[in-house]
C-alpha cells in the first residue's frame, strides 16, 4: 500500500503537512506493516531509490527540497534506500544520474552504483537496520526509528563527507569541479586489505583503516567497513522509520500510525495520545505551517 502524497513548505519540513492530511482523513494503515517516511532536506532534487522497491513507489521517484512521501512496508521486506543525485530523466523514466545510478531508469531493480550511502533493512522481530558507507559516501543519510521497542537508536551519517574527502577518493562532477562523492578505499584500492575479503575476510583480520577511521570519526553511527558492526548496526520492534536526507540526526520528526502523530528526536523521545495535539498546535504557531505554496 503506497499513500503517494508530495508537499511543499514554507520554513517546515513536510512530513508533517502530510501526517496532518492522514489525520484528517482518518486513513488507517495495515496492521503489522512498517510505516516510511522519506523526506528530502538537501537544498537540490534528489531521486530516493529502493530495493526491492515493489512497496515504494516502483523502487524509485523524485523528491523536491522540502518533499516527502510515506509507503509502508510488509515485515519480511529487506532491502535498501539510498539517494541518486544529478539525475535528468525523460517523460519514460529513462535516463541517467551523476551518482547512485541504478542503470538507465527512474524505478530501480539494481543495486545502486558506488558511490552511495545506504539505508538497509530487514524487517522482522526485531528490525535490523543500519546506514553504510562501505561502498562510499554520496548524500547524509540518517534512519530515525518512532514508537518502537528496544534500543531503537537513530542510525546515520549526517556530516557532509563530500568537502572533507581525501583527494584519491573523490569524485568530482560539480559546477567548479566540486566533489559531488566519496568512494570507498575498496573501491579505489580494490586490495584485500581495504575490502575485507581473503585473508583480511574475517572480523579478527579485517581492522579498521586510515579510510575507514576517517569517515567514523565524521559518522560515528554508521558502518565504516565490512566489519563495523558493533556500533553501526541497530535493533528496533514495531517500529516505523524517518528517512531523511541531508538532516541532523537531532531533527524531531514526525510519522503517522493507527490514526495517532508520532514525534521524536534524538534517544528516542517520543508524543502519543493527546500530547500530539498540543504539540502540532505549537508547530504550527512557531513554524508557519500555514504558508503552503
Given at each position: ?21 492522514l ?7 495495515s496492521?503489522g ?21 515493489e ?16 509507503f ?38 539494481a ?35 518512532l ?61 579498521p ?7 567514523k570519526?565524521?559518522c ?35 510519522t ?8 521524536g ?7 502519543t495520545?493527546?500530547?500530539?495535539w ?16
Amino acid at each position: 500500500m503506497i499513500i503517494m502524497m508530495m508537499a511543499r513548505l514554507k520554513n517546515f519540513p513536510s512530513p508533517l503537512f502530510l501526517v496532518l492530511i492522514l489525520l484528517i482523513t482518518g486513513s488507517k494503515l495495515s496492521e503489522g506493516a512498517r510505516i516510511f517516511t522519506i523526506v528530502n532536506y538537501c537544498k537540490e532534487t534528489i531521486w530516493p531509490a529502493v530495493t526491492p522497491g515493489e512497496s515504494f513507489n516502483g523502487g524509485g521517484f523524485a523528491l523536491k527540497p522540502g518533499q516527502s512521501l510515506i509507503f509502508t512496508a510488509p515485515v519480511g521486506w529487506a532491502g535498501r534506500i539510498w539517494g541518486r543525485t544529478g539525475c535528468n530523466f525523460d517523460r519514460n523514466g529513462n535516463g541517467s544520474c551523476q551518482t547512485g545510478s541504478c542503470g538507465s531508469t527512474l524505478k530501480c531493480a539494481a543495486s545502486g552504483k558506488p558511490p552511495a550511502s545506504l539505508a538497509e533493512f530487514t524487517l522482522a522481530s526485531p528490525d535490523f537496520y543500519d546506514v553504510s558507507l562501505v561502498d562510499g559516501f554520496n548524500l547524509p543519510l540518517v534512519v530515525t526509528p518512532l514508537n518502537g521497542r528496544g534500543n531503537c537508536s537513530i542510525a546515520g551519517c549526517d556530516a557532509d563527507l563530500r568537502p572533507r574527502c581525501p583527494p584519491e577518493l573523490s569524485v568530482k562532477g560539480g559546477k567548479g569541479g566540486r566533489n559531488v562523492a566519496c568512494r570507498s578505499a575498496c573501491d579505489v584500492f580494490n586490495t584485500d586489505e581495504y575490502c575485507c575479503r581473503g585473508v583480511f575476510g574475517n572480523s579478527a583480520t579485517c581492522q579498521p583503516t586510515y579510510y575507514s577511521k576517517r569517515f567514523k570519526e565524521a559518522c560515528p553511527a554508521a558502518y565504516s567497513y565490512a566489519y563495523d558492526d558493533p556500533t553501526s548496526i541497530f535493533t528496533c520492534s514495531g517500529t516505523d522509520y524517518v528517512v531523511s536526507f541531508c538532516s541532523s540526526r537531532r531533527r524531531p520528526v514526525c510519522t503517522y500510525h493507527h490514526n495517532r502523530l508520532i514525534c521524536g528526536r534524538a534517544m528516542g523521545l517520543r508524543a502519543t495520545g493527546r500530547m500530539w495535539w498540543a504539540m502540532i498546535l505549537t508547530i504550527i504557531i512557531t513554524s508557519g505551517l500555514w504558508n503552503i505554496y
